[in-house]
Structures are given as C-alpha cells and as structure tokens.
C-alpha cells in the first residue's frame, strides 16, 4: 500500500487529497526507499536493505512484475515466496512444493 501510495499519489480516504503530483515517487524511488532505504526505520542502521555478506536480508517474490503491472495494480501484488532468516515462511503457487 505505501508503495502505491507514493507513486500514484492516492488514497483510501474520500475526499482527502493524496500525495500531490511533484512530491510523488517514481516506482523504483519507491522501491529503493522501501528496501535499501528500511534499515532506519527498523534501527537496523548498516545492518540491513541490500543484500550484501554480513547484512539481514529477507525477500519476497511478487505475483506480478511491480515494475510493469498498471499503477492501481500495485496495491495488490502479493509474495508467492518469503523467505525470512534463510527459511521459507511462505510458499504459493508454482513455489508451494518449496515449503516441504
């Protein structure tokens, strides 16, 4: 959702005005802020947001191409995989036979 909110700008609420045009993200602004960017807002400061040898580093693969989808179909990709501490925490559809 804070995705879609950032890039498209809107919102949930009637009648309450968004994200306006010039301070909206582009999808990979988003993206990098909401990845690369997490490890402060879980005070994971260098610890976390990119995969690198020494860092936390969980992942998800998304139903559809975040990149690609239109931008109101952002709000409802969902993870087929999750992976957390190397462990998979959730497996769907062709990935289902992973969580065994």
């Not at 860092?55 to 992976?83: G, M």
Request: hydrophobic share 40%; proline share 3%.
């Amino acid at each position: 959702m804070n995705l879609w909110y950032t890039v498209s700008g809107k919102t949930y609420v009637p009648g309450q005005e968004g994200v306006v045009p010039e301070q909206r993200l582009t999808r990979l602004e988003a993206l990098r802020l909401a990845t690369e960017r997490c490890d402060w807002f879980m005070s994971l400061d260098g610890k976390a947001g990119t995969l690198e040898a020494g860092k936390l580093a969980d992942l998800i693969v998304l139903d559809r191409d975040y990149f690609k989808v239109p931008e109101d179909d952002i709000r409802s990709l969902t993870s087929v995989l999750t992976v957390v501490d190397g462990e998979i925490v959730f497996a769907d559809g062709e990935y289902a036979r992973l969580d065994d």
